[in-house]
């Protein structure tokens, strides 16, 4: 009999299940009642993943030495692994009554807690099995998992170190230092610590996971996605590998793809709640809000109390624009441990304009998150719109590493210029968002040559020419570049919205020394040509160019675009010759105008701004929604009027009518969230003064 045991113990090291089992089986063939064969069985069968298996043998030996404390607590391994948590949790608690500090029950028990969300009360568990056994590897990495779930990121990874200084090449050591490394921002050191256990155990599939989930953080996708591959090729079963997969099909805009693998993981355990909230993430993404609340409703119903399901609940409330009841769902997420909801608190707080009280869920994430690149960002936008300026365009720099902003980063050899003196040194300022954004910023290339610098300015081939207006350009103190052509030589570079934090930028401060894009003479002669006969035809009065929809494809337009007809009123109101800025899509609306309502379509076959700009400087006005024609006309001096929605975008900051990025400009912004007839009604009540004015 000690012989087979011994011989399952030598086994068991080694890893050779099929031997440990014929030891086992032997000693059971002179002895059915032997408790170790039985309980030996037992971890056999779990090994295997029979986690009834598991559950009958370890019965059975708990029935053949009740007094065992080591039978109970196989036994509470058996039913953890079946999901019988209730029992499992007595079976503990029975090797507890039996010796009151037995470290092997204090670690499954707190292996339990984490199983079910109580990574606080497990991490208890945890130091009770290290007080009587200091030694104790499992007990170390164990406490770290709690450390980790409760996001004491710090004191997880030291927890880590210790359980590698006990036992150094541990391939489930490294795996989890990694871990601990990405939650703290420490990606570098992470994926070594993920590939060193890879190269200890090349099989190891959550590794390939964690791996391949980090590498898509980076926007590595092609990375990303073998790591994830060779996941899913060693553990097809592995449902958090398939989840992955999703993501990054997500991020890749490729829908029919993420939802294949959403489908897989899904085959696997339909009743797994973390792919339940993926679905709704993804249904989310797809703007099917009534899809994302079903998916929410099925993982709620399977488990209330997971943190990242109610935080998604407070999602869909947001999303469908019941934000009093968001916040009171956030708070529960909060309150279960979630880190990112109270980030998301804050923005519900923003739409109501609760703004101070938004201002400190923000500052919250941040503290419970210090390296969540969403809170940092979602804290900037919240400070810059409050006119925080000096913290804002500081911590807007998180931006860099919030996927939903840049994808796809880009990466140099050249130093950043942070706004110290220069000696001649080409500058790269470089657009990174859209056309508006590189209208705003360009102004700031005055500024870097006054620094001393060269600036090249590498904008939208949309933008390049508009750029050459610039009066530093003119005067050769600056060169423009368009994007995606031969890249032009520079010493160090600069994105164009960081350029506020690098001059320190203060409202009082804004670069504003009078209008710096202009229109090429002969373009602006050739618009008032083509545009002369139509006008001759038009009612008389105020030349207004008219814009009302920005990018589809940017987060928030369907807050900020409208329709044209929702123009109607205005158009029919005011006596004045309207003219259309507008292009894309949107510009076929023109074709659908009642026939006693004329609108010139003026720019939707403008091959770049510079040929906009020309039709902008023939005009006396400029009405427009949150888009690139907004910046454009308040770069050129031009009065314009930009319609807001009841929650702006952060740069028209709050309240005011006014902005100091374009003195030119007004503001006109909903009272009611939704309600564009009052904004227009305003408008044209302004509009109608203007038309008197110029009339007289």
Not at 64 to 73: L, S
Not at 157 to 184: N, Q, V
Not at 421 to 431: F, I, K, P, Q, S
Not at 581 to 597: H, I, T, W, Y
Request: a neutral charge; hydrophobic letters at 45%; charged letters at 25%.
């Amino acid at each position: 009999m000690q012989a087979a045991i011994e011989c399952a113990a030598t086994a068991r090291r080694t890893g050779r299940l099929t031997e440990i089992a014929l030891c086992y089986q032997r000693a059971l063939e002179r002895d059915p009642q032997q408790p170790e064969a039985l309980l030996g069985m037992s971890l056999v069968a779990l090994s295997s993943r029979q986690t009834e298996a598991a559950v009958k043998m370890a019965a059975a030996g708990v029935a053949a030495a009740p007094k065992m404390g080591a039978a109970w607590v196989v036994l509470g391994q058996a039913l953890k692994a079946a999901e019988r948590m209730e029992e499992a949790e007595q079976a503990y608690a029975e090797a507890i009554r039996l010796d009151g500090v037995d470290p092997l029950a204090r670690m499954g028990l707190g292996e339990l807690r984490i199983a079910c969300g109580r990574p606080r009360d497990a991490a208890r568990e945890f130091e009770l099995a290290l007080e009587r056994r200091p030694a104790m590897v499992a007990a170390h990495l164990g406490l770290g998992n709690a450390l980790a779930l409760a996001g004491r990121n710090e004191e997880a990874f030291e927890r880590y170190e210790a359980a590698l200084a006990l036992r150094p090449h541990m391939p489930e050591g490294e795996f989890a230092a990694g871990f601990a490394l990405a939650r703290l921002g420490r990606t570098k050191e992470a994926e070594k610590r993920y590939r060193r256990a890879l190269v200890m155990r090349p099989d190891f599939a959550a590794a390939w996971i964690n791996l391949g989930s980090l590498l898509r953080d980076e926007c590595r996708e092609a990375e990303a996605e073998a790591a994830l591959r060779r996941a899913v090729q060693l553990r097809p079963d592995l449902i958090s590998g398939w989840v992955n997969l999703a993501l990054l099909e997500r991020d890749r805009r490729r829908p029919e793809a993420a939802e294949a693998n959403l489908r897989r993981a899904f085959a696997l355990n339909p009743n797994q709640v973390e792919t339940l909230v993926a679905w709704s993430q993804f249904r989310a993404t797809e703007r099917d809000v009534a899809g994302a609340r079903e998916w929410m409703r099925w993982a709620l119903e399977r488990n209330p109390e997971l943190d990242e399901a109610v935080n998604m609940h407070g999602i869909v409330l947001h999303l469908e624009g019941q934000f009093e009841e968001a916040i009171e769902v956030f708070e529960r997420a909060e309150a279960l441990g979630n880190r990112a909801a109270s980030s998301n608190r804050g923005n519900s707080l923003l739409d109501l304009e609760r703004m101070a009280e938004a201002l400190r869920a923000h500052e919250r994430a941040v503290e419970l998150d210090p390296e969540s690149a969403g809170a940092n960002y979602n804290l900037a936008l919240t400070q810059l719109r409050l006119g925080d300026w000096k913290r804002g365009w500081a911590g807007y720099e998180a931006r860099w590493r919030f996927r939903e902003v840049h994808r796809r980063p880009r990466n140099f050899t050249q130093p950043r210029w942070n706004g110290e003196e220069l000696d001649g040194e080409r500058v790269l300022l470089h657009a990174e968002q859209g056309l508006g954004d590189t209208i705003q910023f360009c102004r700031y290339a005055a500024l870097v040559a006054a620094r001393g610098g060269v600036p090249v300015l590498e904008v939208q081939p949309a933008a390049e020419r508009l750029m050459r207006s610039l009066a530093v350009v003119r005067a050769g103190l600056a060169e423009t570049a368009a994007m995606d052509a031969n890249a032009a030589e520079f010493d160090c570079e600069c994105p164009m919205m960081s350029l506020p934090a690098a001059f320190r930028t203060t409202i009082e401060t804004v670069p504003w020394t009078g209008a710096y894009l202009g229109a090429d003479e002969e373009l602006v002669r050739e618009k008032r040509r083509q545009f002369a006969a139509l006008r001759a035809d038009a009612r008389s009065g105020l030349r207004v160019g008219l814009a009302w929809a920005g990018n589809p494809k940017y987060k928030a337009d369907a807050a900020r675009s409208l329709r044209l007809k929702t123009l109607l009123p205005l158009l029919r109101a005011v006596d004045a010759q309207w003219t259309s800025l507008q292009k894309g899509e949107a510009a076929e609306q023109l074709a659908s105008l009642p026939s006693d309502v004329l609108v010139v379509d003026g720019s939707s076959g403008d091959c770049d701004l510079a040929e906009t700009a020309a039709l902008v400087a023939t005009l006396d006005l400029v009405i427009t929604t949150d888009t690139c024609i907004a910046h454009l006309a308040g770069a050129m001096g031009k009065p314009v009027w930009i319609l807001l929605p009841h929650l702006s975008d952060w740069r028209w900051m709050e309240v005011s009518e006014r902005t100091p990025w374009y003195p030119t400009a007004r503001l006109f912004r909903q009272r009611t969230a939704g309600d564009w007839a009052e904004v227009i009604e305003r408008v044209g009540r302004a509009a109608s003064q203007r038309v008197s004015k110029f009339a007289s």
